[in-house]
């Protein structure tokens, strides 16, 4: 009886690591990278281009290097043949894109999911280990445990597949890239390669060198919005860094952070004359509904009027990049993308935006895949 009682616990776990490593294999799902609109602004005086990729994105996406590798090359390819790419091209990719290769070699129960707070749930499960020391990291500042520890669990898996494909990318199409963005904690650039470390977990992108480097600098988000201040922290707003490429001098504002006129100021001090705004709206048909005021910050005296008037899509011409690049931060040209996609529960909105001097442009309504090149 002694005997069975202990063969019980060895026979718990053995079934726990059959199931936890139970189908793992590579998805072979078809994906679709084809852009359903293109926009093109201006001619090509030889002077650069900024070019908005607004991909659409799938769980299956996700579950590989190969798969996510294959996705975002497939765009660049395009781009290519409609001759948009050259030596000043600065191309731009939206918030979140990155965030998602979390799910990365997990169970395919993962991305079968209804849910994202489901998916995450299997996650954990199926990682006990690994999640259980995350978890036992934790920053005492953050809120939502569980949600760092799993991003905390899988971040060099994510930031090595997202430093690898995008350097790939960069240097075989030889342009600059704006990749988004990604969850990690403490991140820094050694070596050319994107490395996570102990610490405040951040909303950061990276900006690819045509070369295959990446810029030492990242850039980390300095506003969360209200669902992202329960674990990411917010990084001082005066660390922005600035770029220097063919086309001119590039800084980086991060979604929410383009609302705010202390990042513009930062950029104009250091001659930024480009901008690039990765975002991401979670809500489908999400600039139509009425207007909320800022998230997680308060509302300038000068916006509340507009509070519930304004459509949030109004709201981002008006109090965002289109507004502020060239009022506040004297900027010759922006684009602002948005992520498109079918990710488990999560909604999707936002038009590219662009904006030229003091002229401003944006694409059409599309829940889909777009393009959009702005000719310097």
């Known amino acids: 009886m002694k005997k069975l009682l202990l063969l019980i616990p060895v026979l718990l776990l053995f079934g726990y690591l059959i199931w936890s490593n139970l189908d793992r294999q590579e998805l072979n799902l078809p994906t679709d990278a084809q852009f359903r609109d293109y926009q093109t602004i201006g001619i090509d005086s030889g002077r650069g ?34 001759h948009w790419l050259n030596s000043k091209s600065i191309v731009v990719l939206p918030e979140y894109l990155g965030t998602w290769l979390v799910t990365v070699n997990e169970k395919h129960s993962v991305y079968t999911s209804p849910s994202s707070a489901k998916a995450l749930q299997t996650m954990a499960l199926s990682n006990l280990g690994s999640y259980a020391s995350a978890y036992l990291s934790v920053p005492d500042s953050v809120k939502v445990h569980p949600r760092y520890a799993i991003f905390k669990m899988k971040a060099e898996i994510m930031a090595k597949i997202y430093g690898n494909v995008f350097k790939k990318i960069a240097s075989t199409y030889q342009v600059h890239i704006v990749a988004g963005s990604i969850l990690l904690p403490n991140p820094k650039v050694e070596n050319n390669e994107i490395t996570p470390q ?14 295959g480097t990446i810029a030492i600098d990242l850039v980390k988000k300095s506003f969360p919005i209200a669902e992202e201040q329960a674990f990411l922290a917010a990084s001082p707003i005066q660390n922005l860094p600035s770029f220097d490429t063919p086309a001119g001098k590039l800084g980086v504002l991060i979604c929410a952070d383009s609302w705010f006129q202390e990042g513009y100021q930062v950029l104009k001090q250091k001659g930024v004359k480009i901008l690039a705004v990765p975002s991401f709206c979670s809500i489908n048909f999400g600039w139509q509904i009425p207007w909320t005021g800022y998230s997680g910050w308060p509302t300038p005296a000068q916006a509340k009027a507009d509070i519930g008037i304004l ?3 109004q709201a981002w011409l008006k109090y965002a990049m289109v507004g502020k690049a060239f009022t506040v931060g004297n900027m010759q040209a922006g684009m602002n993308v948005f992520l498109k996609g079918q990710l488990w529960d999560f909604g999707f909105d936002g038009r590219t935006t662009s904006t030229l001097g003091t002229k401003s442009y944006t694409d059409n309504q599309s829940l889909s895949s777009t393009a959009t090149c702005l000719w310097l």
């Open 311 to 313: 459509t949030e899509g």
């Open 198 to 211: 102990d610490g405040l977990m951040y909303n950061v992108s990276a900006v690819f060198r045509p070369n």
């Open 49 to 82: 281009n900024l070019i908005g990729i607004q991909p659409f994105m799938v769980t299956a996406d996700y579950s590989s290097e190969k798969a996510f590798y294959k996705k975002m090359d497939g765009y660049f390819a395009q781009l290519k043949q409609r």
